[in-house]
């Protein structure tokens, strides 16, 4: 049996009901934590406090011991001394007593005394007379050797043997006695209070152990028992009395009701994902139309060029300015359908940008509202011009909703410790507490149906998140409202100055190119047809990513290939990574796509280490495709 078999099987460690503890992996309940936790101190404790004790016992023992060898040795002297006192008062020659008899008398006498008292004492000894060995005694001792040994050679062996001793000589009878004692002899006497002191540090230990059980299993281990038994019933469980316990019962009330709000929501937010995909499906869709529109509009409108039409192109240029709306609008779609990242070239300039709204935002106020601008020049942030224009617009729209009569909108914008802050106050209605946590909920409106989409405000909050900034709300019923936005402060670089280019370059012809177009949408492929012959380029046509490989296999030696990423088949990304691997012949690629998110890992990274790939949005206009024919044409030269 191992040692953790034998460990579990323990009755110590049995639940109350005599079923063993069923531990996953070295898992422990809190109660038996604690008990283990107790015993391993407390053993600590006691062992170090008998080896403490022990070392302090010892040290007394031995000092007790010499001062006691002192005393013996002191009283066994004072004896010799009064014996030899005797032996000078009775020697008077008037009673006729020889002093040498009286002399041998008194010492033998003298030695007697010393041996019974040493006896007496049972300490070990050697007494000597004239330096040879009269009576000796070991008491509880290790067996020493003693065939006439001196006293010198004795203090030798004994110091040898780390014994302590004490030597006196007394002159007059011409004895020696030696007393001495070992550690052991010494300490055994203080045993019995060391096991004394063991025992009952044990049985109070076992007390305090009892004690601690106790007091946990019915402070901590019913109330624990009572609260996990309500959770495992799917219930929310009562009060226990315990500070720790009760704060505990609050957390997890507060966990399931937000459990439960979150189970409210999914149902919303498979719908917005739902709504995300379809909207960027069908912008994608509305993008080509447009493209469709605006490629067919640059055909007309060279066409009526050529017969002097000015009336008909001012009315194209109306279509086209139209068309780029629609597209911005469906940029804006795109935008709030994904969480794309913001571009790092994007360096704007806030306060400048609120100047130049001032006007139109006056004009779309009523007149019983008063707007009031404060800002300075040189805010940067990392947002572009529309997203901070969108954030503007829709912030000052919702604080006009909120005046239902005579008020004051304020925006103020300034620089705070690094950061770039837009703050929108009202007079308004204001809002209460439940409405300012749903304010940026997608789809989430106070205002009457018909009036509002709720995508306002969320579209501003998924702005400022992707800017990495901050939104802070105050408002309080019948007392307005305060939007504080802050966003990181970026360094604004003045534009470059490109110099002037000589009117000879900008007429300069485009050298005829060799031009591959690849779209699935055959509207697009004839104006790309139409467009480029105007310029006399050679133009191939394909309208699938496997038509197009066909083609370059047959004559690889293109200028140039526009091609289209969302495609059925093999898709214009599987084009891309063929054409990348094609080592020998150095293609500029320029890719054509309706969305507005990011380009896939793969594509993204062939895209660093590619020189001549670009990208166009739908829809495009036809000065950029002549902007990038021309700078592919120089590169020829």
Same mark, same amino acid.
């Given at each position: 049996?191992?040692?953790?078999?034998?460990?579990?099987?323990?009755?110590?460690?049995?639940?109350?009901?005599?079923?063993?503890?069923?531990?996953?992996?070295?898992?422990?309940?809190?109660?038996?934590?604690?008990?283990?936790?107790?015993?391993?101190?407390?053993?600590?404790?006691?062992?170090?406090?008998?080896?403490?004790?022990?070392?302090?016992?010892?040290?007394?023992?031995?000092?007790?011991?010499?001062?006691?060898?002192?005393?013996?040795?002191?009283?066994?002297?004072?004896?010799?001394?009064?014996?030899?006192?005797?032996?000078?008062?009775?020697?008077?020659?008037?009673?006729?007593?020889?002093?040498?008899?009286?002399?041998?008398?008194?010492?033998?006498?003298?030695?007697?005394?010393?041996?019974?008292?040493?006896?007496?004492?049972?300490?070990?000894?050697?007494?000597?007379?004239?330096?040879?060995?009269?009576?000796y005694h070991v008491h509880n001792s290790p067996k020493i050797a003693?065939?006439?040994?001196?006293?010198?050679?004795?203090?030798?062996?004994?110091?040898?043997?780390?014994?302590?001793?004490?030597?006196?000589?007394?002159?007059?009878?011409?004895?020696?006695?030696?007393?001495?004692?070992?550690?052991?002899?010494?300490?055994?006497?203080?045993?019995?209070?060391?096991?004394?002191?063991?025992?009952?540090?044990?049985?109070?230990?076992?007390?305090?152990?009892?004690?601690?059980?106790?007091?946990?299993?019915?402070?901590?281990?019913?109330?624990?028992?009572?609260?996990?038994?309500?959770?495992?019933?799917?219930?929310?469980?009562?009060?226990?009395?315990?500070?720790?316990?009760?704060?505990?019962?609050?957390?997890?009330?507060?966990?399931?009701?937000?459990?439960?709000?979150?189970?409210?929501?999914?149902?919303?937010?498979?719908?917005?994902?739902?709504?995300?995909?379809?909207?960027?499906?069908?912008?994608?869709?509305?993008?080509?139309?447009?493209?469709?529109?605006?490629?067919?509009?640059?055909?007309?409108?060279?066409?009526?060029?050529?017969?002097?039409?000015?009336?008909?192109?001012?009315?194209?240029?109306?279509?086209?300015?139209?068309?780029?709306?629609?597209?911005?609008?469906?940029?804006?779609?795109?935008?709030?359908?994904?969480?794309?990242?913001?571009?790092?070239?994007?360096?704007?300039?806030?306060?400048?940008?609120?100047?130049?709204?001032?006007?139109?935002?006056?004009?779309?106020?009523?007149?019983?509202?008063?707007?009031?601008?404060?800002?300075?020049?040189?805010?940067?942030?990392?947002?572009?011009?529309?997203?901070?224009?969108?954030?503007?617009?829709?912030?000052?729209?919702?604080?006009?909703?909120?005046?239902?009569?005579?008020?004051?909108?304020?925006?103020?914008?300034?620089?705070?410790?690094?950061?770039?802050?837009?703050?929108?106050?009202?007079?308004?209605?204001?809002?209460?507490?439940?409405?300012?946590?749903?304010?940026?909920?997608?789809?989430?409106?106070?205002?009457?149906?018909?009036?509002?989409?709720?995508?306002?405000?969320?579209?501003?909050?998924?702005?400022?998140?992707?800017? $990495?900034? @901050?939104?802070?709300?105050?408002?309080? %019923?019948?007392?307005? *409202?305060? /939007?504080?936005? #802050? !966003?990181?402060?970026? +360094?604004?670089?003045?534009?470059?100055?490109?110099?002037?280019?000589?009117?000879?370059?900008?007429?300069?012809?485009?050298?005829?190119?060799?031009?591959?177009?690849?779209?699935?949408?055959?509207?697009?492929?004839?104006?790309?047809?139409?467009?480029?012959?105007?310029?006399?380029?050679?133009?191939?046509?394909?309208?699938?990513?496997?038509?197009?490989?066909?083609?370059?296999?047959?004559?690889?030696?293109?200028?140039i290939i526009f091609l289209d990423l969302s495609m059925p088949g093999?898709?214009?990304?599987?084009?891309?990574?063929?054409?990348?691997?094609?080592?020998?012949?150095?293609?500029?690629?320029?890719?054509?796509?309706?969305?507005?998110?990011?380009?896939?890992?793969?594509?993204?990274?062939?895209?660093?280490? $590619?020189? @001549?790939?670009?990208?166009?949005?739908? %829809?495009?206009?036809? *000065?950029? /495709?002549?902007? #990038? !024919?021309?700078?592919? +044409?120089?590169?020829?030269?």
């Amino acid at each position: 049996m191992t040692v953790k078999a034998w460990y579990l099987k323990m009755p110590f460690l049995r639940g109350n009901r005599g079923k063993t503890i069923i531990m996953h992996q070295k898992a422990l309940s809190l109660g038996r934590y604690i008990i283990i936790t107790y015993l391993v101190f407390f053993l600590l404790f006691l062992i170090i406090s008998i080896s403490l004790l022990w070392k302090s016992i010892q040290h007394l023992a031995l000092k007790n011991n010499e001062v006691y060898l002192e005393t013996v040795s002191y009283k066994a002297r004072l004896l010799l001394q009064n014996t030899y006192t005797d032996y000078l008062l009775s020697t008077n020659p008037a009673q006729q007593i020889f002093p040498r008899e009286m002399f041998l008398l008194r010492r033998t006498e003298a030695l007697t005394k010393l041996e019974n008292f040493f006896k007496t004492k049972g300490i070990s000894f050697v007494i000597w007379l004239n330096k040879d060995l009269f009576s000796y005694h070991v008491h509880n001792s290790p067996k020493i050797a003693l065939k006439k040994p001196s006293p010198p050679s004795l203090k030798k062996y004994l110091q040898n043997k780390d014994i302590m001793f004490k030597y006196v000589y007394f002159d007059p009878f011409k004895i020696s006695f030696l007393v001495f004692r070992t550690k052991e002899e010494a300490i055994t006497p203080f045993k019995n209070e060391i096991y004394l002191f063991f025992c009952a540090g044990i049985f109070l230990a076992l007390i305090a152990l009892a004690v601690t059980y106790f007091i946990y299993y019915y402070l901590v281990g019913r109330p624990l028992e009572r609260l996990t038994k309500s959770l495992s019933a799917n219930e929310l469980p009562g009060p226990t009395g315990i500070f720790e316990f009760d704060h505990l019962v609050e957390i997890v009330k507060k966990a399931l009701d937000r459990e439960r709000r979150l189970v409210e929501s999914l149902a919303v937010s498979e719908k917005l994902v739902a709504l995300g995909t379809l909207a960027g499906g069908y912008a994608h869709e509305f993008n080509n139309l447009l493209q469709v529109i605006i490629g067919n509009l640059e055909v007309a409108s060279i066409a009526c060029q050529d017969k002097n039409c000015p009336k008909a192109q001012d009315k194209l240029q109306t279509i086209k300015e139209a068309s780029l709306r629609g597209a911005a609008l469906a940029n804006k779609i795109l935008t709030i359908s994904r969480t794309e990242k913001i571009s790092a070239k994007y360096e704007t300039d806030l306060g400048k940008i609120l100047k130049d709204l001032e006007e139109s935002l006056s004009h779309g106020l009523r007149r019983e509202i008063r707007l009031t601008i404060d800002t300075q020049e040189g805010l940067g942030v990392h947002l572009s011009a529309e997203q901070v224009q969108d954030i503007i617009v829709n912030l000052v729209s919702n604080a006009k909703d909120a005046i239902s009569g005579p008020g004051r909108i304020s925006l103020k914008a300034y620089a705070e410790r690094g950061n770039v802050i837009l703050e929108v106050s009202d007079t308004g209605k204001g809002m209460d507490e439940e409405t300012k946590k749903r304010i940026f909920d997608p789809f989430f409106t106070t205002k009457a149906p018909g009036q509002g989409t709720g995508l306002g405000l969320f579209a501003v909050y998924q702005l400022v998140k992707l800017a $990495k900034g @901050n939104i802070e709300v105050e408002s309080n %019923p019948n007392h307005g *409202t305060r /939007i504080r936005i #802050i !966003l990181p402060q970026q +360094s604004i670089s003045p534009p470059p100055k490109k110099p002037p280019k000589p009117a000879q370059e900008l007429e300069t012809k485009i050298k005829p190119l060799r031009i591959l177009v690849v779209d699935d949408e055959q509207s697009i492929l004839e104006n790309f047809r139409e467009l480029l012959n105007l310029d006399k380029h050679h133009v191939t046509l394909a309208s699938s990513a496997e038509e197009a490989y066909e083609k370059i296999k047959k004559d690889p030696n293109f200028h140039i290939i526009f091609l289209d990423l969302s495609m059925p088949g093999k898709g214009g990304e599987w084009l891309l990574r063929e054409i990348s691997k094609q080592r020998e012949y150095d293609y500029h690629v320029v890719l054509m796509t309706g969305h507005t998110g990011l380009l896939s890992s793969e594509t993204t990274k062939i895209f660093e280490n $590619k020189k @001549n790939f670009k990208i166009l949005h739908k %829809p495009f206009s036809w *000065t950029e /495709i002549k902007k #990038i !024919l021309k700078e592919v +044409s120089s590169c020829l030269k």
